[in-house]
């Protein structure tokens, strides 16, 4: 289990000195990757993607039935 700590810092100098040696085109490229990210999984999830399930019930007992529910009678 010694060695996990020296695969962990091992991968990570390999990332950082593939960043570190990147040309110019490959970092704004990069940058528009992370953007695109941020988009995808903060935005969107924070504007269209709401907690269906605590707006509308008040107990687990409550959200598990309706679940169960949804299963089952889905077609």
Do not use: C, T
């Amino acid at each position: 289990m010694g060695s996990s700590p020296v695969l962990i810092k091992r991968v990570f100098r390999f990332y950082y000195d593939g960043f570190r040696s990147m040309s110019w085109w490959g970092k704004r490229v990069w940058i528009i990757i992370l953007i695109k990210l941020f988009i995808i999984f903060i935005i969107l999830k924070l504007f269209f993607f709401r907690n269906f399930l605590n707006e509308k019930f008040d107990n687990e007992k409550q959200k598990s039935e309706f679940v169960l529910d949804q299963l089952i009678n889905s077609k």
